[in-house]
């Protein structure tokens, strides 16, 4: 007997499970799967470069919660309207809610603090997370299906996603589209574009691009950034769920527009820019604690009698 396949991608029946008394929810188990991917691919990438392995488990004990913390309250602020109506709606995180882009502005600004405190190289080590987080953001939204949300306009494609109708009320769409069944999933469009980009990067880094036979860091993390908010100013025009809309146009899509032309100077501008490679280097072989192995981010090696010493 030959069995029709689907016209559309069906909606999960379930979004958690339960192992004991712990209730599991595929949304959260999404984004330890990211992180734990995202550590694994940072910890080769770093040691390729001669880094310590190690200090990336200390970067991500710090900058993960930073990383969600930035997470929701960038979703609290510009989607005030979705918090949940409980006393901890605002920390509910496991109902799904966290923007990327405050998320990784504060991992980001922790991560370096912890970097400086190790005495590694900021930049050199931003080059080498910046293919991991896009696998890290890949597969966190994978969760996002799980909650049946982040979907975009309606579509008769083969591939539109299923949604229930109390999942369509809730996701604050308009009423025009509250009695169409199936919708862009533009979940799977940036999983797709998340993983094509890290490919992108990481042969980019290898290879070098164009005239650049040598990308000079942070070159990479600023196509990471352009390119994924480039991506994102797309996915935002197909985006219908609940958003701040500022002379018509969704709040993100200004932000996406905002950080595609910034990571674009910073690439331009990091390349141009003469890097000490040597310095570089050497900051990243430095060990755990020790600040003294390498001078500051471009600046010139000085001569001194006292250069083994670390400093405080």
Same mark, same amino acid.
């Given at each position: ?17 339960? %192992? ?47 990383? %969600? ?185 200004? %932000? ?5 032309? %910034? ?50």
């Amino acid at each position: 007997m030959v069995t029709a396949l689907p016209g559309h991608i069906p909606s999960p029946s379930f979004n958690n499970f339960h %192992i004991g008394p712990l209730d599991i929810h595929f949304y959260a188990l999404a984004y330890l799967v990211g992180i734990a991917a995202a550590i694994i691919i940072t910890r080769r990438r770093w040691r390729a470069v001669g880094g310590d392995p190690d200090i990336v488990g200390d970067i991500a004990l710090w900058s993960v919660p930073a990383g %969600i913390i930035g997470g929701r309250i960038y979703f609290d602020i510009t989607t005030p309207m979705d918090i949940p109506h409980v006393w901890y709606g605002v920390f509910a995180v496991w109902d799904g809610g966290l923007g990327i882009w405050g998320g990784i502005f504060l991992a980001a600004v922790v991560g370096l603090w912890r970097l400086r405190r190790h005495g590694v190289s900021g930049i050199l080590f931003m080059d080498a997370v910046a293919p991991a987080l896009l696998v890290a953001q890949g597969i966190g939204r994978i969760g996002n299906y799980f909650n049946k949300e982040l979907f975009g306009r309606p579509t008769s494609l083969p591939w539109g996603l299923e949604i229930p109708y109390q999942y369509r009320v809730s996701g604050g769409i308009p009423a025009r589209y509250l009695n169409f069944p199936t919708f862009q999933p533009t979940f799977l469009y940036e999983l797709i574009f998340d993983f094509a980009w890290a490919a992108v990067l990481v042969w980019i880094g290898h290879h070098g691009l164009g005239r650049l036979r040598t990308i000079k860091p942070p070159g990479l993390f600023a196509l990471y950034v352009f390119g994924y908010s480039a991506y994102r100013i797309f996915e935002e025009s197909l985006r219908i769920d609940s958003s701040v809309y500022f002379l018509g146009l969704r709040l993100n899509t200004y %932000i996406a527009s905002a950080l595609a032309i %910034i990571g674009a100077v910073w690439f331009y501008r990091s390349q141009r820019r003469t890097l000490h490679e040597g310095a570089l280097v050497a900051k990243a072989k430095a060990p755990p604690g020790d600040t003294a192995t390498a001078p500051p981010d471009g600046a010139e090696p000085q001569e001194s009698q006292n250069s083994e010493q670390a400093t405080s």
